[in-house]
Each structure stands twice: as C-alpha cells, then as structure tokens.
C-alpha cells in the first residue's frame, strides 16, 4: 500500500496529509456507528441484572443499583417476586422444534439440491423453476393462508403443524444445489463405476466433501427456526406450545404484560439471544457467507 | 456468478422415466454425464434409475412446499371470495360465496373496512420511503468504510455491524420498547443535549406535520380545513400527506438499525469482487478518489445496489413482528400496517374472507412496486454510461 500513497502523493501534493485526515475522519465514523450498535445490548444486559424501581429510574446508568438477579431467577422458577414465567417451557419448546426443524432442512434440502443439480429426472427444469416462483411470495402473505391450510389438515395447535411446514426451505434446497454443481463429477462417476447405488453415492460419496455448504446451512437453518415467529404465532394458540419467540411476544404485549416488568422482558430476550449469538461467534464466517447466500447472482 | 443450467440437460424423448429398468450393470457409466449438447445417447436402464430417484429425492421437497406454499395460495384465492368465520369448512358450501365483494370493501367502497385498509397502506407506505433509502445508504456506507484498506480492525466492525441482523426480532423490539419509553433511555441520551423527546409509542402526530408544526407553518393538532375536507380513497388529503407517525418512526429507527448489517455484507462481497487494479488504474491516471469511486466501484456495484433495493422493498412492505410486539396499530393506528392488519382481521375479527384478500392486495402491491422498481432502474441503465451489469436474476428468500 506504501508505494500506492507515495505514487498518489506524488501526483497530488495534498495526498499524504488529505489520507490521514480521511482515515481519522472513518475510524470516528466508524466508531461512532458501532457504539450505537453496541449501545442497546449493554444497556439490556445491565438492565437485566436491576430492580424494576431502579430500570425505570435510571434507564441509562450502566451500574445496577441495587445488583438483583431476581429476573433470573424468576425465568427460571428459582424464587424470586413476582408471578412465574413459563419461561423453561418456552425454551423446551424452542429447543425441540429447532433440533427437528434443522435436521430435516439439512437432510431434505441436501437431497433435493442433488437431484435438481445432478440427477437427470424428467420435469426438473420446471420443478426447479417452480421453486424460484415459490421463493419469492412474501412470507407474510401466506400469513392467514398457512392457517388455513393446517386447520384443514388438522395439525393446527400441535407440534406437527410447527414443524412440518418448516421441514423444507426453498433457500436451503438452493444453497445446496448451487454447491453441488460446483463439484467435480469424476469422484462420483467413480464411485458409480464401483457400482454404488445412486443413493450410496450420495450419502457416502457427495455429502462428505459438502461439509462447508452443510456447516452454512445448518446455521441458516439454526438460526432461522429459532428465531422463527410468525409460522409459530398462526400454527398455535395454546399456551403450551410457545416458543421463546412467540411467549416473549406475549409477555411484552400480551396477555402477561402486567405492569411494566422491564428487566425480566429484558433477561427473557437477552436468554432468547444468547443460542444464537454463541453460534454467531464461533462459525463467523459462516454466517457471513450464508447472508450473501440469500443474494445469489445467477 | 454461476449461469445455472436451466434444462441444462435437454430432456430426451421417450426417455420414459416409468418403471426403473432392469438395472443395467453400469458400466460406462461416463455416458451420463449430463452434457448440454446432443450426446443424449444414453442407456435407458440408468436414466430410468435416475428418473426415479430424482423424482424420490425431490419429493420431500415437493410435498412441504406444496402443501404449505402452493396450496395455501390457491386456498385463500378461494376464502378471498367467502364471507368465512374459520368454522365450517370453506368447501362445502355452509360459506357464503361473496365473488369480489371482499376486494371492493376494502379498495372501492365507503366504509369502514377501506379507511382502516387505506390508513395502514399509507403508514407502510412511508414506512418504505423512509426505511429502504436509509438502509441502503447506511448499508452501501458502512461497507465502503469497513472495506478500505487502510482501516484495521475490520473483522471487528463488521461483527459490531451485523450482529443485530442475527438476533430474533422479538427480542430486538423488546430492547427497543424500553429504550424508547416516555422516560427510557433515548430521551435520557436527548435530555444530555437538550432535546425534549416525544412520547414516542404513544404519539400519533404525523411527521411531516410535526416539523412544520415547529416552524410554525400548521398546527399538528388542528387540521388545515382544505385539506380535511377533501380526500382520496376514504382518507382526507390531511391523512395522507402526513408522514409517518412518530410512533412508527421508532419501528422505521429500529428496521434501519437491524437490516442494514446484512445488506452491507451483500456490498461487502460485490465491493470485493471489484477488481483493485482498476480503482488503481483510475487513481493513477489522475482521477480523485471521488470520481475513481464514482465511475469505477459505483457502476460495478450497480446490480447489487438493485438487489439491495428490491429485497428491502419486499422486505419492508412486510412489516409484522416489530408491529406486533411493539404497538399492536396502536397510536390511533398510525402503526397499522397491511400485514398486521390482515392477521387482526383473521385472528381477531374471524373474517377470513377479509384477512385473505388483505394478503392478496398486499401481494400485488409487493410485485408491482418490483415490477416498477425495475423498469426505473432498466431506463436509467439504459441511459447511463455502463452496458455492463447485466441484472442478476432477482432472489428473495
């Protein structure tokens, strides 16, 4: 880069001292985004650990006074005042429907991204165009439609009607199948000649060498159906089968807002967080390459 | 940028998938290499195997999104034309068949139904105004800073960035419910400058009026007689030109605030794709950083820009689950939008065949606004310098 700014300098006079300003100038920028960034989650990590008086009182002041873990341990019915939460519910559940949800999007999404890239089946040109058109109905759309069609098949208010509906993503199948075009068919080709089943092939053969591709579409997958409301808020209605989204959305505006209770709607959200924030930190750059993954240039 | 192979394999005649073959040994089993071209001799015995497992292999696929994708669209085409409680079964005739009835409601007819239709189709709409322009110069910013080369602690800044893009929105409207009460931490922050804050979830004033209220020109609380008077689509020209409300600001505040860390990835990744040789060529040749920026990296960046633009418009005419956990339509519902709308009219109302038709004119408004968004941008393509950046096939997901 040295050479780069002496050549510039050298044209432009103003270049040296114009750079260090402009670097000054994006650090404080910088600087001052991310705090603004950062800001929320400090304050909803302090506020967690304060007295409902003193959260209301003093919603800025990053030092709980008095320190109290008493939305903590209400969440998690240790004691505590106030009414219980069924906050170990909420997280069973979330639990539960994530662990299925995302076994069967990796399994199902792999198997149908292979056949669309690799297997020569008639009608897949337009099952593959079918898939991009279904892609793209908004979600919200389908909102009172998706409720409809469960009340129909009678899995509306049960965990079948939470996950099933959820078990494939056209996304997913997407992700898969881009990745699969890009590997080298002799490996399979010879594994056929083997006389593997086409299924063998795949299973023991194809999916191994897409451990990268799998890694970013179990945290797609992961993170989507945790953190997963609105398929949850039309799919039920009992209180028994709510998730950490949709009984955190119920405490906050619903039926169990009593009062203000901020530090406990606070903890509840930042346990909510926490999941996927862990996944975040480790798999980085996963995460990275799975949010261009949703812009796939074709 | 891979070119997908559509029908990269053309399709042979009489290549009956029906009844795998005798499975023949597979041997040569190099012929099947699905090359585009006319080599299409291949032994019916594997292609038929691979019909059937193709088939197999998709299924899942094909049931899943079909019954929960495909047929709910076809379901609430026929419910839109009910006058359906969710009791009975829609099928059998116990609903009354309404035809367009639902549509003329909530498009055409004085009423009810249309002034709270009409009112929540202007809140989203200035919703998007304000929320699409503001990511995408956010987003397009914060990724040409954390691009530089000189800049360290890059990693950093983009994981500070993107972070909240990874959160539940549930939690994140929590967060910011408390942070934007009438004694919360945002007015606390105001206080430090000077600022009086608004009440915010419980302020309904217009924006637009609210400032030219400041400067003296309207008073916010008493509507400009002319303007009241007269309307268009059940709502007075009072209604529309007012802004969004300063309620719905916070959830504009906090839509900004969690997606722009993902569309600046998406810039992130093109910015990278631009070459640096060129940006140099251009700084070497005498051009300011300005202009190399301008008329190198900008028209590069041209088809992501388009796709940044076009998801953040399907994206922001979706408003639901910040509506939801924050306001609920509420102040004087200035919050409401269609899609909370069409959840109310369902869940709470058991008028289905309303809720439905809801989501079909929200549909329609989604693909015209794309629609429109792209002939826009195709004219002044057109018109512009570059011929490159042919449009990348739209993804939304």
Not at chain 2, 10 to 37: E, F, I, L, S
Not at chain 2, 93 to 110: C, I, K, M, P, S
């Amino acid at each position: 880069m040295s050479s780069r700014t002496t050549t510039t300098a050298r044209r432009r006079p103003t270049g040296g001292t114009g750079d260090r300003t402009v670097r000054t100038v994006v650090y404080l920028l910088l600087a001052g985004v991310g705090l603004m960034y950062l800001l929320p989650f400090v304050i909803q990590v302090v506020t967690s650990l304060k007295t409902d008086p003193d959260a209301a009182a003093h919603p800025l002041s990053l030092l709980p006074d008095p320190f109290s873990l008493n939305s903590y341990r209400r969440l998690f019915g240790l004691g505590g005042t106030g009414d219980a939460v069924p906050f170990t519910r909420w997280l069973a559940n979330s639990a539960l429907v994530t662990l299925f949800i995302t076994a069967g999007r990796v399994f199902f999404d792999s198997l149908a991204g292979y056949a669309l890239a690799r297997l020569d089946f008639r009608g897949r040109a337009l099952l593959f165009n079918g898939l991009l058109a279904v892609m793209s109905v908004p979600g919200v759309v389908l909102l009172i439609p998706k409720f409809l069609v469960l009340n129909q098949l009678g899995i509306f208010d049960s965990y079948a009607g939470m996950v099933i509906p959820l078990l494939v993503d056209g996304a997913g199948v997407f992700i898969m199948r881009q990745f699969f075009v890009s590997v080298p068919r002799e490996v399979e080709e010879a594994a056929r000649i083997d006389g593997a089943s086409i299924f063998r092939t795949f299973w023991s053969v194809v999916l191994p060498m897409a451990r990268p591709a799998l890694i970013t579409l179990t945290i797609l997958s992961f993170q989507g159906s945790w953190n997963e409301f609105t398929h949850f808020l039309v799919a039920t209605q009992s209180p028994q089968y709510e998730t950490l989204t949709t009984g955190l959305a119920h405490l906050v505006s619903g039926s169990l807002s009593a009062g203000t209770q901020y530090p406990l709607k606070l903890t509840a959200a930042l346990l909510a967080t926490v999941p996927v924030a862990v996944l975040f930190f480790a798999f980085q750059r996963h995460f990275v390459r799975s949010a261009n993954s949703g812009a796939v240039k074709q | 940028m891979s070119q997908h192979g559509n029908g990269a394999v053309a399709v042979p005649v009489g290549a009956g998938g029906a009844g795998a073959g005798p499975a023949g040994r597979a041997r040569g089993a190099g012929t099947q290499r699905g090359r585009r071209g006319p080599g299409g001799r291949r032994g019916t015995g594997i292609k038929g195997r691979q019909g059937m497992w193709g088939w197999l292999f998709v299924s899942p696929m094909v049931i899943v999104l079909g019954l929960f994708l495909l047929l709910p669209i076809g379901m609430a085409l026929w419910v839109s034309m009910l006058h359906w409680d969710g009791q009975s079964n829609p099928f059998s005739g116990a609903a009354d068949f309404v035809g367009v009835h639902n549509y003329t409601d909530l498009l055409t007819r004085e009423g009810q139904d249309r002034k709270l239709f009409m009112t929540s189709v202007r809140n989203n709409l200035y919703y998007v105004l304000l929320v699409v322009p503001l990511q995408t110069a956010l987003s397009l910013g914060l990724a040409i800073a954390v691009n530089s080369r000189r800049i360290k602690g890059k990693g950093l800044f983009r994981t500070v960035f993107y972070f909240p893009s990874v959160t539940s929105s549930i939690a994140i409207s929590t967060v910011f419910l408390f942070l934007f009460q009438g004694s919360g931490a945002v007015n606390a922050l105001l206080k430090w400058v000077g600022i009086t804050g608004p009440k915010w979830f419980t302020d309904a004033h217009g924006l637009v009026w609210s400032l030219l209220g400041m400067l003296g020109i309207v008073d916010p609380d008493r509507p400009v007689p002319a303007l009241a008077a007269h309307g268009f689509l059940g709502l007075s020209w009072w209604d529309w030109l007012s802004g969004p409300s300063i309620a719905m600001c916070t959830i504009i505040v906090l839509a900004v605030w969690t997606t722009s860390g993902t569309y600046m990835l998406i810039f992130l990744a093109a910015l990278q794709d631009v070459p640096a040789e060129l940006e140099e060529a251009a700084l070497l040749d005498g051009a300011s950083r300005w202009q190399s920026f301008r008329n190198v990296t900008l028209p590069a960046l041209r088809p992501v820009l388009f796709l940044v633009v076009t998801l953040g418009l399907i994206g922001s005419w979706q408003v639901f689950d910040a509506v939801y956990v924050m306001s609920q339509g509420a102040p004087a519902n200035t919050t409401l939008t269609p899609a909370f709308l069409s959840y109310t009219a369902g869940f709470q109302d058991a008028d289905y065949g309303r809720a439905a038709a809801i989501a079909f004119i929200l549909l329609a408004i989604i693909l015209a606004m794309t629609v429109v968004q792209r002939v826009l941008l195709r004219d002044r393509d057109a018109a512009g310098t570059g011929t490159r950046g042919r449009f990348p096939r739209r993804r939304t997901s």
